[in-house]
């Protein structure tokens, strides 16, 4: 065989390896799924969504569900005196791809040894944006952070990542358990979900 034959015939060996490889790299990446828990992520966070229940003017009434930092908090910079602040965040989820939050802080009121700590709210704002899940599976919340998945105390809940300082600098960075809770209060006030309440 020539010279110039057996290159030729390298080459073209070498080319349709390459194309190969190629195509197997696409397949890989286009079977390639993410998971949270188990599950798609738009499956798993779909059950954080905001929502109620019940029924005005029954007897149980109406309740609020979402995603709270109620078992968990941010820690901000203590004040002049030495008092502890923290902030909490309650995430209203919306089914339109949107949300909103109402983010407080929290300034730690003096109590005696025997009495168990309480907080005075400080502040309260509302945020809002837009949510998109991302590539690792995380539910990216616009000018707030990202959510990912989380069991607490074996039930699904999510992990909030702050990325954004909200007022006080301090919780960026910061990371905190965000579990469903049921309440009476929602991001609307009771009165507006049941008028003449």
Same mark, same amino acid.
């Given at each position: 065989?020539?010279?110039?034959?057996?290159?030729?015939?390298?080459?073209?060996?070498?080319?349709?390896?390459?194309?190969?490889?190629?195509?197997?790299?696409?397949?890989?990446?286009?079977?390639?799924?993410?998971?949270?828990?188990?599950?798609?992520?738009?499956?798993?966070?779909?059950?954080?969504?905001?929502?109620?229940?019940?029924?005005? !003017?029954?007897? !149980?009434?109406?309740?609020? *569900?979402?995603?709270?930092?109620? *078992?968990?908090?941010?820690?901000?910079?203590?004040?002049?005196?030495?008092?502890?602040?923290?902030?909490?965040?309650?995430? !209203?989820?919306?089914?339109?791809?949107? !949300?909103?939050?109402?983010?407080?802080?929290?300034?730690?009121?003096?109590?005696?040894?025997?009495?168990?700590?309480?907080?005075?709210?400080?502040?309260?704002?509302?945020?809002?944006?837009?949510? $998109?899940?991302?590539?690792?599976? $995380?539910?990216?919340?616009?000018?707030?952070?990202?959510?990912?998945?989380?069991?607490?105390?074996?039930?699904?809940?999510?992990?909030? *990542?702050?990325? *954004?300082?909200?007022?006080?600098?301090?919780?960026?960075?910061?990371?905190?358990?965000?579990?469903?809770?049921?309440?009476?209060?929602?991001?609307?006030?009771?009165?507006?979900?049941?008028?003449?309440?």
């Amino acid at each position: 065989m020539k010279l110039k034959t057996l290159v030729h015939v390298l080459l073209v060996g070498f080319v349709a390896l390459a194309t190969q490889s190629v195509s197997f790299a696409q397949d890989i990446a286009e079977t390639k799924t993410v998971t949270v828990n188990g599950e798609a992520p738009e499956v798993y966070y779909k059950r954080f969504t905001y929502k109620t229940s019940g029924k005005c !003017y029954s007897e !149980y009434g109406v309740y609020f *569900h979402f995603l709270s930092t109620f *078992h968990d908090s941010l820690t901000l910079p203590p004040v002049a005196d030495g008092r502890k602040m923290e902030a909490g965040i309650q995430l !209203y989820l919306n089914e339109d791809g949107t !949300y909103e939050a109402d983010y407080s802080e929290l300034l730690e009121i003096p109590v005696r040894p025997d009495e168990n700590r309480r907080y005075e709210v400080l502040r309260t704002d509302r945020i809002s944006g837009r949510t $998109q899940l991302n590539d690792e599976g $995380q539910l990216e919340l616009e000018g707030l952070g990202r959510l990912t998945a989380l069991k607490y105390n074996d039930k699904p809940a999510a992990m909030l *990542h702050v990325d *954004h300082d909200l007022h006080t600098a301090g919780i960026r960075g910061q990371m905190v358990t965000m579990v469903m809770v049921t309440s009476t209060a929602g991001k609307v006030p009771y009165n507006k979900v049941c008028p003449g309440y």
